[in-house]
């Protein structure tokens, strides 16, 4: 056996298909697109939501609530999540970051008090709840608010 004389196996491999080469092909005049009708012509294409002339489930399900284009999305760190870092430490949204607590930060970090803090923390975000912070200072740390 040699690299020469290799071969795939029997039905490994089949041929392509070559459209609108004539009636013996198989494939010839119409080119497998059927007689007349949009998708027969060429440069057409369907729309995502298209459903054969049926109205769309986009168009037939009601329009509800609201959405706030000015709404400001916080990323969510808990107490107990800080509980890793050694006693004294400074906590920055760019060190939650490299920690992998914080994914995107969107429009900053904020401090929610699930969980217990049990060593002092110097914690810097863009938010506190009234009970993360009572929390941290009760701990013996302090709050920094940053600027948005």
């Known amino acids: 056996m040699?690299?020469?004389?290799?071969?795939?196996?029997?039905?490994?491999t089949k041929n392509r298909k070559r459209v609108g080469r004539g009636p013996g092909s198989g494939?010839?005049?119409?080119?497998?697109?059927?007689?007349?009708g949009?998708?027969?012509r060429s440069g057409t294409r369907r729309r995502r939501n298209f459903e054969?002339?049926?109205m769309p489930l986009v168009r037939r399900?009601?329009?509800?609530?609201?959405?706030?284009?000015f709404a400001k999305t916080y990323a969510i760190v808990n107490l107990s999540q800080l509980e890793r870092f050694p006693a004294g430490s400074e906590?920055?949204?760019e060190l939650l970051m490299a920690e992998g607590l914080v994914k995107r930060a969107?429009?900053?970090?904020?401090?929610?008090?699930?969980?217990?803090l049990t060593r002092p923390l110097v914690v810097k975000?863009?938010?506190f709840s009234a009970q993360a912070k009572a929390k941290i200072e009760a701990a013996g740390g302090r709050c920094e608010v940053l600027a948005p």
Not at 27 to 36: F, S, V, Y
Not at 106 to 116: R, S
Request: charged share 25%; aromatic share 2%; glycine share 18%.
């Open 52 to 54: 054969g002339g049926q």
């Open 91 to 93: 906590v920055t949204p």
């Open 27 to 36: 494939h010839g005049k119409t080119a497998g697109r059927g007689h007349k």
């Open 125 to 127: 975000a863009h938010r």
């Open 61 to 69: 399900l009601p329009k509800r609530g609201f959405t706030n284009i």
């Open 106 to 116: 969107g429009d900053g970090v904020k401090i929610l008090a699930k969980g217990e």
């Open 2 to 12: 040699e690299l020469s004389n290799l071969s795939p196996r029997p039905g490994a």
């Open 38 to 40: 949009a998708l027969s």
